[in-house]
């Protein structure tokens, strides 16, 4: 993978479906490739909302989205890498949570 990983083409649009099945599927070794690859982009992402939290930047959310999907794997090799950048490991924490809910009875 790491020697022909660039001839895979994943349209921006599709990349977000792309880490999230390998979230899903717990497959830490395409991971841990991708995030060393994009965690810069990742941390300069702005704020995303999904599922009534709001996350900071894209990192957390697949930290966010390890922890719903039990992928232990990825989440491990996501904590080493931060600690690598010098990063806490209780990133998911840090997420706002909103439950606005529009109620329309009269």
């Known amino acids: 993978y790491k020697l022909y990983h660039y001839t895979i083409q994943i349209k ?17 070794y395409v991971l841990n490739v991708i995030i060393r690859e994009n965690y810069k982009i ?3 992402k702005g704020q995303l909302f999904y599922r009534n939290i709001t996350f900071r ?13 039990e ?10 890498f931060l600690k690598e950048l010098g990063l806490g ?4 924490k840090k997420n706002v949570i909103k439950y606005i809910k529009w109620n329309n009875s009269i």
């Not at 490991?89 to 998911?92: D, I, M, Q, T």
């Open 71 to 80: 992928s232990h794997n990825c989440l491990l090799i996501i904590n080493t």
């Open 89 to 92: 490991k209780n990133l998911h």
């Open 42 to 44: 990742w941390f300069e």
């Open 57 to 69: 930047n894209y990192l957390y959310f697949v930290i966010n989205y390890c922890i719903e999907n």
């Open 12 to 28: 921006t649009n599709q990349m977000d479906n792309y880490i999230r099945c390998m979230v899903r599927m717990d497959n830490e």
